[in-house]
């Protein structure tokens, strides 16, 4: 199902309801996040959106986008390197480094990058085939 080098890709929106659904859901508030004029305090252009966001993307990414439902996460990395704002518009590729037969497992290295095609986070994650 899977071969080293496969690319998948999938375009996502930080829309308000998905930023004031992860406030509503796991209640962190920090200011940078909710405040504006706090986070141009600190040198960002406006509230930064939970890093978390992109975590949650990623899930959505391996439950509905893979050709296969019949996975399940194994592990997952992300390293931050931009703030992503509300409304940005972000593509997640993710590309197959290494398979493991033996015991069913897939790895991907996947970047996040915004509409200039700069890396706003990028990792690995590892999903099991059930």
């Known amino acids: 199902m899977f071969t080293v080098g496969d690319t998948y890709q999938e ?5 308000a309801l998905t930023y004031e659904g992860f406030i509503d859901l796991f209640k962190d508030k920090n200011p940078l996040h909710t405040d504006a004029q706090f986070a141009r305090s600190k040198s960002f252009k406006d509230r930064v959106m939970h890093g978390n ?4 993307y990623i899930s959505y990414f391996i439950g509905e986008c893979l050709p296969s439902k ?3 996460i194994h592990s997952q990395e992300i390293k931050y390197h931009a703030p992503v ?3 940005d518009e972000l593509s997640l590729h993710a590309t197959v480094s290494e398979i493991y037969d033996s015991v069913n497992a897939v790895v991907f290295k996947y970047r996040f990058l915004d509409v ?5 986070a990028k990792g ?4 099991g085939l059930i």
């Open 116 to 120: 200039e095609k700069k890396v706003i």
């Open 124 to 127: 690995t994650f590892q999903i």
């Open 85 to 87: 704002y509300l409304n």
């Open 53 to 56: 966001i992109l975590n949650g």
């Open 70 to 72: 019949d996975v399940v």
């Open 11 to 15: 375009t996502f929106i930080t829309d």
